[in-house]
């Protein structure tokens, strides 16, 4: 992972959503993706009852085609 921002938090009831941005680097291709990100969590007695994140798949995935 490059850079992982959280730039903006919303929170209603157990829930809690963080829209962010972060980048990683492909270990064999070195190409870098920088992506928006969207994690959603569940809270029950103060902890992380479930965690779902979103980002740019795609991107991901053309990061990892070697150039023939």
Avoid at 2 to 28: K, P, S, T
Avoid at 41 to 64: C, N, P, Q, V
Wanted: hydrophobic share 45%.
């Amino acid at each position: 992972m490059v850079h992982y921002y959280a730039d903006e938090f919303i929170a209603q009831g157990d829930r809690l959503v963080m829209l962010g941005r972060c980048a990683w680097r492909n270990r064999q291709t070195g190409r870098i993706v920088k992506s928006p990100r969207a994690d959603f969590l569940r809270m029950r007695d103060g902890k992380i009852s479930s965690f779902f994140e979103f980002y740019d798949t795609a991107k991901t995935l053309s990061a990892t085609i070697v150039a023939a």
